[in-house]
C-alpha cells in the first residue's frame, strides 16, 4: 500500500513566521507599555538612584519608542534620546536611574509566555 506525502513547507514557514511576528509584537508591547507606565510617574524632586526616572518634563518619555522591522523578525524598544542612555547607564554627574534593564527583569516572565504561545 503506497503512501502519498504533501510536502507543504512554505506554507508551514509562512504560517510560524506570522505567528512568531504575532508573539514578539505581544511581548515588545508589554516591555513598551511598562517602560511607560513607570516613566509616566511625576515628581516634584528627582528621581532616587536606583528607580525609575521620574517624568519631569515629559521628553524622555516621549523619546520612547518601537520600531518593527518584519523582515528581519526583529521589535526594537527604546528611546531615540540620549537622555535615555544617560538614565540608564549614568553619568559623572548623575547615578543611573535604569529604566530599560529593570523593566526587562520584571517584565521577563510575561514577555517569554507571550512568546511561547504558538496557537
Keep these: 500500500m503506497a503512501t502519498r506525502l504533501t510536502w ?7 504560517h510560524v513566521t506570522a505567528m512568531a511576528w504575532r508573539n514578539l509584537n ?10 511607560k507606565a513607570k516613566v509616566s510617574l ?3 524632586a528627582p ?6 526616572p521620574h517624568k519631569q518634563v515629559g521628553s ?3 523619546s520612547l519608542t ?3 522591522n518584519r523582515r528581519k523578525l526583529r521589535i526594537r524598544v527604546g528611546s531615540s534620546s540620549i537622555l535615555g542612555f544617560w538614565l540608564e547607564l549614568g553619568t559623572r554627574y548623575m547615578k543611573r536611574r535604569p529604566w530599560m534593564s ?3 527583569r520584571e517584565k521577563m516572565g510575561a514577555m517569554k509566555r ?3 504561545r504558538f496557537a
Excluded at 505581544?26 to 517602560?35: D, Q, R, V, Y
Design 47 to 52: 528621581s532616587r538612584a536606583g528607580n525609575y
Design 60 to 62: 524622555f518619555r516621549g
Design 66 to 68: 518601537v520600531d518593527h
Design 102 to 104: 529593570k523593566a526587562l
Design 42 to 44: 511625576p515628581g516634584p
Design 8 to 14: 507543504n513547507g512554505t506554507a508551514a514557514q509562512k
Design 26 to 35: 505581544k511581548a515588545a508591547m508589554i516591555l513598551f507599555t511598562h517602560i
Design 114 to 116: 507571550a512568546m511561547g
